[in-house]
């Protein structure tokens, strides 16, 4: 299909990138990580290692296991907000064999890195909130996010059972979509670039290195029983901490979601308008939120500056609210991360309501 059209006029991008060059110029900073993101990735991965070790090798009583392996669930979560998500987008080092390095975490985990890089890095951060092209709002048949979705009976209840389906994410990415996308060669409706050679021996490597870490490795030392109860305690936690984050960002009451003008296949606004008018920040000054989710409630500083590492965002922020008010564009931003469950909550009602 074809994919929608932005203005080619981009005088408001134009004056963000030339503020934000201006004030990393001023300072004197690398717009990539820098050792807090460092020593917060060394933390993160030192404590997967140490809770998959104590799980596997040394398991503790059923009880304290289930809770591990859900404290388990949060830890795999925060390296993909926090390590793996700067690496792919190439913003966690300014060498690119570390972000390559911090990039490939999420294959171990069972993650595709090239799908992953298509889907979101691509598609995602250029045509958010588009029906039809953004893949990141097709949940269906579970799951009704805007207007233009197919209404089901099942979708007056959504607001009630989002948890649940938030929580089979991480199960159904490493177990099925990932491999739905690779044989259908498509992301949704749109046609993933031909794979390498080396490609497709990468993506094979590493579901099978997944495939005995998580699962074979973990059955042979602890047994099956044990092993399906703490890798579903682990992934359903993983899944719901994944995808509430990523749905405060774009699926609450204030965000649009807007389409190309049927004829001409063009967008109204700029690109950069775009991602401001369809992304929504929360929690903002929670620091203890903003550390273990990797800046992403600052998800409209990332949609505009992806290639910049999150440490940066609060201090980039003020730059960006600035210029919003400057152009007389709203800045989505929730001060409570309750207001924006609350928020987006709300949101699901209305969509679960028949149109």
Known sequence: MATPKFPTQKSFHGELKSRIGEYFKQKGKSTTGNSNLYIKAIILVSALLSVYVHLVFFTPPAFWAVIESAFFGCIIAAIGFNVMHDGAH???????????????LANFLGASQHMWKSKHNIIHHTY????????????????????????????????????????????????????TKYFRGKIGN??????????????????LAHAFIFVALPIYMVGFTAWIIGFLTMGLVAGFVLSIVFQLAHTVEHTHFP????????????????QIK??????TRNKVISWLVGGLNFQIEHHLFPKISHVHYPQISKIIRQACQDFNIEYVEYPKLRQAV???VTYLRQLGKAS
């Not at 369809?278 to 929690?283: G, I, L, V």
Request: charged share 20%.
């Open 259 to 274: 389409l190309p003008n049927e004829a001409t296949g063009k967008m109204e606004d700029e690109w950069a308008i775009h």
């Open 90 to 104: 190439g913003s966690f080092s300014r060498f690119q064999w570390i972000n390559n390095l911090a990039s490939n």
């Open 190 to 207: 749109i046609p993933l670039r031909k794979m390498t050679v080396k490609e497709h021996i990468s993506f094979w490597f590493y579901k």
């Open 278 to 283: 369809t992304t929504a920040n929360f929690a």
């Open 128 to 179: 958010t909130n588009i029906h039809g092209v953004d893949d990141d709002i097709e949940a269906r048949p579970l799951l009704r996010l805007c207007d233009e979705q197919v209404h089901y009976k099942i979708h007056r209840y959504q607001h009630v059972y989002f948890p649940a389906a938030y929580s089979l994410l991480y199960i159904y990415w490493i177990f099925v979509t990932d491999y």
């Open 342 to 344: 609350a928020s987006h």
